[in-house]
């Protein structure tokens, strides 16, 4: 079963090593094992954590993806709600949910967007949008590889910056730097040795890695002189 899917990674932290973005998103296609991507494309978003639309624009990635003529059986999105038909979440679901009063409020807005483009993919590739959130493999993969495209873009940007910044990557997963100029990123989670993720980065960029020091589980990297 190919499974499409699509997920943001990575973050610029303050100084207080909280984060205050999202640098990448990716959404790809894979099969089984699902260890690889069949298919893979990147978006540079650098917007804000507190941007309401952030699975909005994970979605339209992911139809994009399709749209260039990548098939699937189905798409994941990371919306953890039991892995429930996008078309099928409704107002009194919501509601009747265990869920904090701002994050009804987002998913309230946002959800005729999400069940729009869900609708369109339905209509377009006969495939159901489900709500499959960490709980899926696909998710993480697609988690992977855009802290390792956020930390391509991080590069650049540092690069153009005064002084060095700090990135902050997803829970459990570490980042590492080959003498052929890619940063890889593995997950540190039981079971997902074989999920890695590469990107290409700039040579000549001097890297500090150590753990968040308010967080436990996340690393950090700090780019820049």
Known sequence: MKIATVDSG????????????????????????????????????????????????????????????????????????????????????????????????????????????ALQIGETHHIPVLAMGKRSIPVRLAELHATAYGIQHAFEIARASKGPISVGLPAKTLASFETDGAVRISSAEPMEDALIAEAPVENGVSVAQFLNPVTRGFQVLQIGN
């Open 10 to 117: 990575c973050s610029i932290l303050d100084e207080h090593f909280k984060p205050t973005n999202i640098l990448t998103t990716v959404a790809l296609v894979t099969d089984q094992p699902y260890e690889q991507p069949i298919q893979l494309q990147t978006q540079s978003g650098d917007y804000p954590l507190t941007d309401p639309n952030v699975l909005v624009y994970e979605l339209q990635l992911c139809q994009q993806l399709l749209a260039a003529g990548q098939d699937a059986d189905c798409v994941h999105l990371d919306l953890t709600l039991g892995g429930l038909n996008v078309l099928d979440i409704t107002d009194e679901y919501l509601f009747q949910m265990q869920l904090s009063q701002t994050g009804r409020s987002v998913l309230h807005a946002i959800m005729p967007a999400l069940r729009n483009i």
